[in-house]
C-alpha cells in the first residue's frame, strides 16, 4: 500500500470518455465467408479506382471497405462518452433501462470486450459476476463444480480448499456433492453456483443483476452476503433492476440512457431521476395492454390548475379522462399511490358508471387529503378492471408528481427516506 | 502481493503482460482440460477404451487395404501394421486436436461472453484431451510390438521431442481454424472434410519413403526430388516420417530437406497462428 497519499482519495476505477461501438448486421450469419471472399476478390478493383483507401484485405471487421464513409453501416454506440471515478469501499449502483449500456460498461471493466474508445484504469483484482454459474458442466459433481466455477472466477486451488466447506455450507447442498449436477433441482444449482460466487474474495467486484435468481428467502441469504462483502471495505459495482436494493446497498448512482452516463450522485437523487427521465418518453413507459380506456390522469391544485408538484400540506387533486364508449357497467377504476422506489403507499378504488357523453370521455376525480403524504416522489398506479374476473389495463407509474416539504416537522431531513405518510399522532407533555 | 497491481484498457492495446497473463491463468487452464478430459467419455459404457477402439479399427482396415489388397511395400522389413501404427497415432492426435480446437471457442461461448481470460487457453486445453487419447492409443503400438515381437532401438528416445513437434503442429492450424470458425462457423462443416481428405494425403497409410520412389521414378530425380519436398510442405509429412524413423529404426532412409520443411513450416504456423489468435480474440466476446 501507498504511504504519502489517503488511499480513499484514490480512485480504484477511473474511466475516461469511454465508448463502445457495435456494428449491427454482422458476424457469421450474415456476413459469411462468401462475403469476404466476394470483398477479398473484388478489392484489387476498388484499390484500382480509389488507391488513397488501401487494399483492405477481407474487410474482417465488416466495415464496407472504399464506399466514402469510415463510419459502418448499421453501427450504433452502445456506450458514449462516460466518465466516472470509483473510490476504494464504495458500492456503486449502475441503474438505467433496457439497452441504456449498462451490460455493456461491465464487459469492458471485466475485460471481455475491449472499448472503441477511450480508458480504463483499474487498480486491484477484480472479480466479475456477470451470471451466476458460468461454466457449470451438467455432467460434473457438485464438489468438482465446485473446482472449475471457482477457478473461473480467479480463485485459486489452495483458495477454493480453504472454503470449500463454508461454500458447501452456504449453498445446503451437502448430502449432493457426488451427484452430477444435471440432477440437481434449480434451485439447489443456483444456490450451488451463488455461494461459489459469494466466496470470492477479490478488491472489486462487479455483479451484474445476479440477486434476481432464487427465491425470496435465498435472495436475503445473498443480500446479506453482498451487505457483508461491502462492509469489509470492498469495492462494488453492481448493475439492478430492483431499485430497492439500488437505494439500500448502494452509497452512490449512476443512471444511463441511450449509452451515456446521465447523472451521477446519490442513490435517492438518481433513482428520482431515472422517474423522471422515464415521464418523459411515456411511450417506453412500462405500461402493459393499454387499449385506450384512459385518456388522461392530471395532478391538479383544488381549482384545477394543472401542476406536479406540492406543498406537503396541500390537497392533490387527480383529473381522470375515460373513454366512456369503452366503460361497461362493473368496472373499476383501481389507484394506487407509490413512491419513488415503488412501493405502494395505499389504495383505493371507484366503480365507473358508464354515461353517454358527446365527446366520448368521462371524467372523475380524485383528492388526496393534505398532511397526508410525506415529502417526496409519487406515481399513481392506475388499474381499470372488472373484480374478479378481469384487468382490463394497467399504467405503472403514470403521472408522476412531487411533494415538498413546506415547513413539516422534520423538513430538516428532508431528502432522507424516512417514510411514506406523515404521522397524525400527538404528542403530549414532551 | 500486489498492492499496486494496475490495469489499463483501451482499444487495440495490445496487453503487455499476455504471456504472464497467461501463466496466471495456468490453473483455469488445468482444471479445463480436466474438465474436457473427464467429459469426453462421461456416460459411455467403453469409457477411455475409445481411444484405443477408435485407432485400432482404422489401422486394422488401412494395413489389410493397402498392405494386402493393394500390396503397398512396407519400410525394409517392418511389418506393415506397425508402419500403419507409428503414423496413425500422431496423425490421430493431429486429426483429434484440429477438430477439438477448432470447436472449443465457440463451444465454451458461456465462458467467453462472461469471463475474461486469456482466450488461448480454450484451444490449448482441448488439445490436452487429444494428447491424453493419444498417450492412451500408444498402447496399441506397445501391443503390436510384442505382437511381431519388433524391438526398438535407441531412437525411441526422439519420440517426446516429435511429440511436441506434433503439439507444434496442430496447434498452430488449430490456432487459425479456432480464430476463423468464431467468426465463419463454416470452417465447422470443412474440418471434418480436410480430416477425412488429411488420411490419406498424409503419409499414413503407405510410407513416405515409396512415395518418394513413385514420384523420382516417373518424374526423374531431380524433378522428383523437387515435388517430393512440395509435398513435405504438409507439417504432418515431417512429423510422421520423424515418428516412423524414431519408431521404425534401422532401415529406414531418412530425407532430411523434406524434414527441415515440414519443420519450418510448422513453426511458421504456430507463429502465424498465435499471432492471428491474439489479434482477433479480444473482439471473440463480441462476434461470437
Not at chain 1, 473510490?87 to 456503486?92: A, F, I, K, N, S
Not at chain 1, 455450507?169 to 459469494?198: C, Q
Not at chain 1, 405500461?287 to 392530471?298: D, I, M, P, T, Y
Not at chain 2, 510442405?233 to 531418412?254: C, E, K, T
Request: proline share 5%; with cysteine.
Amino acid at each position: 500500500m501507498r504511504t504519502s497519499s489517503d488511499p480513499m482519495s484514490d480512485p480504484v476505477i477511473r474511466v475516461d470518455n469511454l465508448a463502445k461501438q457495435y456494428v449491427l448486421g454482422t458476424g457469421a450469419s450474415s456476413d459469411g465467408l462468401r462475403h469476404v471472399i466476394q470483398n477479398f476478390a473484388t478489392a484489387p478493383m476498388r484499390w484500382f479506382k480509389n488507391p488513397s483507401s488501401g487494399p483492405d484485405p477481407g474487410a474482417p471487421d465488416g466495415r464496407e471497405p472504399g464506399n466514402g464513409s469510415r463510419n459502418p453501416r448499421g453501427a450504433f454506440w452502445a456506450l458514449k462518452d462516460v466518465s466516472f471515478e470509483v473510490g476504494q469501499g464504495e458500492v456503486l449502483g449502475i441503474i438505467g433501462r433496457n439497452g441504456a449500456g449498462k451490460s455493456t460498461l461491465l464487459k469492458i471493466l471485466s475485460r471481455i470486450t475491449e472499448p472503441t474508445e477511450g480508458r480504463v484504469e483499474i487498480t486491484g483484482r477484480v472479480a466479475s459476476l456477470l451470471e451466476v454459474g458460468t461454466g457449470f458442466h451438467p455432467e460434473l459433481t457438485g464438489q468438482e463444480n465446485v473446482f472449475l466455477n471457482g477457478a473461473i472466477l480467479g480463485m485459486s486451488r489452495g483458495e477454493i480448499k480453504k472454503k470449500f466447506d463454508e461454500i458447501v455450507a452456504f449453498a445446503e447442498v451437502e448430502k449432493f456433492l457426488d451427484t452430477p449436477v444435471k440432477r440437481y433441482s434449480s434451485g439447489m444449482y443456483v444456490r450451488l453456483a451463488f455461494a461459489v460466487a459469494a466466496h470470492l474474495e477479490p478488491d472489486i467486484l462487479i455483479v451484474d443483476e445476479v440477486l434476481a435468481v432464487g427465491d425470496a428467502q435465498f435472495q436475503k441469504k445473498c443480500m446479506e452476503k453482498m451487505d457483508q462483502v461491502a462492509k469489509l471495505g470492498r469495492t462494488i459495482l453492481l448493475v439492478t433492476h430492483q431499485l430497492g436494493v439500488a437505494a439500500k446497498m448502494c452509497n452512490r448512482c449512476l443512471l444511463f440512457n441511450k449509452g451515456t452516463l446521465r447523472m451521477n450522485g446519490p442513490p435517492a437523487a438518481v433513482i428520482n431521476e431515472y422517474y423522471a427521465s422515464s415521464e418523459s418518453h411515456p411511450e417506453e413507459s412500462d405500461s402493459r395492454r393499454q387499449h385506450g380506456f384512459l385518456k388522461s390522469a392530471v395532478t391538479t391544485d383544488p381549482t384545477g390548475r394543472p401542476k406536479n408538484t406540492f406543498r406537503h400540506d396541500e390537497l392533490i387533486t387527480v383529473h381522470f379522462s375515460l373513454r366512456s364508449s369503452k366503460l361497461q357497467s362493473g368496472m373499476f377504476l383501481g389507484v394506487s399511490v407509490k413512491d419513488y422506489l415503488e412501493r405502494r403507499v395505499f389504495s383505493d378504488q371507484v366503480r365507473l358508471e358508464p354515461q353517454s357523453a358527446a365527446d366520448d370521455t368521462q371524467e372523475c376525480v380524485f383528492t388526496i387529503p393534505r398532511l397526508f403524504l410525506a415529502p417526496g416522489s409519487y406515481g399513481f398506479l392506475l388499474v381499470i378492471h372488472t373484480p374478479r374476473a378481469r384487468v382490463h389495463e394497467i399504467h405503472e407509474m403514470a403521472s408522476r408528481f412531487k411533494v415538498v416539504d413546506g415547513g413539516s416537522s422534520l423538513a430538516e431531513f428532508e431528502g432522507t427516506d424516512y417514510g411514506c405518510v406523515q404521522s397524525p399522532g400527538l404528542w403530549k407533555g414532551a | 502481493m500486489e498492492a499496486a497491481h494496475k490495469l489499463i484498457l483501451e482499444p487495440g492495446r495490445a496487453t503487455k503482460n499476455y504471456w504472464r497473463d497467461l501463466f496466471h491463468y495456468r490453473e483455469l487452464f488445468l482444471i479445463l482440460a480436466w474438465r474436457d478430459v473427464i467429459v469426453r467419455y462421461k456416460q459411455t459404457a467403453a469409457g477411455l477404451a475409445w481411444a484405443v477402439l477408435q485407432p485400432l479399427m482404422s489401422i486394422l482396415i488401412l494395413t489389410v487395404i493397402f498392405g494386402q489388397v493393394a500390396g503397398l511395400k512396407s519400410e525394409g522389413n517392418v511389418p506393415y501394421a506397425i508402419m500403419v501404427c507409428a503414423a496413425m497415432l500422431p496423425w490421430q492426435f493431429f486429426a483429434n486436436a484440429l477438430s477439438l480446437a477448432s470447436q472449443s471457442v465457440v463451444n465454451n461461448a458461456n465462458l467467453i461472453s462472461k469471463i475474461y481470460f486469456p482466450r488461448m487457453i480454450v484451444p490449448a486445453s482441448s488439445t490436452v484431451v487429444s494428447l491424453v487419447d493419444f498417450l492412451v492409443a500408444c498402447s496399441i503400438l506397445a501391443a503390436l510390438m510384442l505382437w511381431y515381437h519388433f524391438w526398438p532401438t535407441w531412437r525411441l528416445l526422439a519420440l517426446p521431442a516429435l511429440v511436441v513437434l506434433a503439439i507444434a503442429a496442430a496447434l498452430g492450424p488449430g490456432l487459425i481454424v479456432t480464430a476463423l470458425t468464431v467468426r465463419y462457423r463454416d470452417f465447422r462443416m470443412l474440418i471434418p472434410f480436410v480430416v477425412q481428405f488429411g488420411l490419406y494425403v498424409c503419409p499414413v497409410a503407405y510410407s513416405s519413403s515409396v512415395m518418394h520412389e513413385k514420384i523420382v521414378g516417373k518424374l526423374g530425380q531431380a524433378p522428383g526430388d523437387r515435388c517430393f519436398l512440395l509435398y513435405s510442405l504438409n507439417p504432418m509429412v515431417g512429423v510422421i516420417d520423424g515418428f516412423r524413423w524414431a519408431i521404425l529404426g534401422g532401415s529406414r532412409a531418412f530425407y532430411w530437406p523434406a524434414f527441415v520443411m515440414s519443420l519450418v513450416l510448422t513453426a511458421a504456423l504456430l507463429c502465424f497462428g498465435i499471432y492471428y489468435f491474439r489479434k482477433t480474440e479480444r473482439a471473440f466476446a463480441d462476434i461470437i
